[in-house]
């Protein structure tokens, strides 16, 4: 099946440093999304995008969506010890509405302060 | 404001017993899933709804039943739990149509014994 390449698996940073992750596919897609999940919860929505090369920020967080619709990143700055958690991008396969999502392992981010 | 609320969120099973999960979802989504979470997997779509007395397999459907008698509701049944079942359980849902993002629920830890 489809598959998303999430990077890093891990990342260690100090508080205040700027964060990069990524994902890319084989395949093309219409919607890209970007979940943090916290210690016993479920991930909660922190950016969705919907067109090629759109970017789209939420307070410290942005993300953008590829051109080629195969890849997005999501870029935090200034870190704070609040943003400890498992990032998740997701992705719809192009022309498949109301199908579900398919999901890159996951990001583990941790900050020291 | 409740959204996805799972049930229940913990449970210890012995190999061969059977149970039910119960998703309940207040937004009147349309669409509703399942998926479990293995460390370093990242989420795996078990099977999904696109609608009341419809169901459809995902990426690991075995072992698996599901059902959606009712809109609101969307259960997940393991006839003869197996050891491999030991996972957390997420149940999203989603409105019908492009450009919807899936809300997550807290998740159910069920362990295998």
């Known amino acids: 099946g489809q598959q998303l390449n999430q990077s890093p698996q891990s990342m260690f940073i100090q508080e205040g440093e700027d964060v990069s992750m990524n994902c890319t596919s084989s395949?093309?897609?219409?919607?890209w999304l970007w979940y943090k999940q916290d210690p016993g919860e479920g991930p909660v929505l922190l950016i969705a995008l919907y067109k090629a090369g759109e970017l789209t920020s939420n307070g410290r967080l942005t993300a953008q969506f590829g051109i080629t619709r195969k890849d997005s990143f999501l870029n935090i700055s200034a870190s704070i010890p609040s943003d400890v958690g498992i990032y998740f991008c997701?992705?719809?396969?192009?022309?498949?509405?109301?199908?579900?999502?398919?999901f890159g392992k996951g990001t583990t981010l941790s900050v020291s302060s | 404001n409740a959204g996805v609320t799972q049930t229940p969120k913990f449970r210890v099973l012995k190999t061969g017993q059977s149970m039910t999960l119960l998703c309940a979802q207040d937004?009147?989504?349309?669409?509703m899933y399942w998926y479990r979470q293995d460390p370093g997997m990242g989420l795996r779509l078990i099977h999904y709804s696109v609608g009341e007395g419809t169901t459809a397999k995902g990426e690991v459907p075995d072992g698996y039943n599901v059902s959606r008698l009712k809109k609101q509701n969307f259960l997940l049944g393991l006839e003869s739990a197996a050891p491999s079942q030991t996972s957390v359980y997420f149940c999203?849902?989603?409105?019908?149509?492009?450009?919807?993002?899936?809300?997550f629920g807290d998740g159910t830890r069920l362990s295998i014994l």
């Open positions: 997701a992705g719809q396969p192009y022309n498949q509405a109301g199908t579900a999502l398919i």
């Open positions: 395949s093309i897609f219409n919607t």
């Open positions: 937004m009147n989504h349309e669409y």
């Open positions: 999203a849902s989603t409105r019908a149509g492009l450009r919807q993002p899936q809300h």
